[in-house]
């Protein structure tokens, strides 16, 4: 358990499907059993892993930084889910 106060402990603690998600992914990247995509949208890098559902951790859709805050901010119809992932 986090003893710490800070924004993002806090966030931590309110979101433990996220941050296990989150976690997911860092381990998965670094055991290479996932690797970093470029942007679906306009195929740049750096990428954030994007998850349209929490409880699969590792499915998860690669946005530069711009469009994974629109997609936050606009809603998923903004660039909706491909079939083939």
């Known amino acids: 358990m986090l003893k710490t106060d800070t924004r ?5 603690r ?17 055991a290479g059993e996932l690797k970093k995509q470029t942007c679906e949208v306009c195929g740049t890098e750096p990428v954030d892993a994007h998850h349209d559902r929490y ?4 499915k998860v859709r690669w946005l530069c930084r711009r469009h994974h805050t629109r997609l936050h901010h606009y809603g998923e119809d903004m660039f909706p889910i491909r079939s083939a992932f």
């Not at 996220?18 to 997911?24: G, I, N, R, T, V």
């Not at 409880?55 to 590792?58: F, I, N």
């Open 8 to 12: 993002q402990a806090n966030w931590r």
């Open 14 to 30: 309110s979101n433990p499907g996220k941050y296990d998600a989150y976690l997911a992914v860092q381990r998965a990247l670094k």
């Open 55 to 58: 409880d699969e951790p590792l």
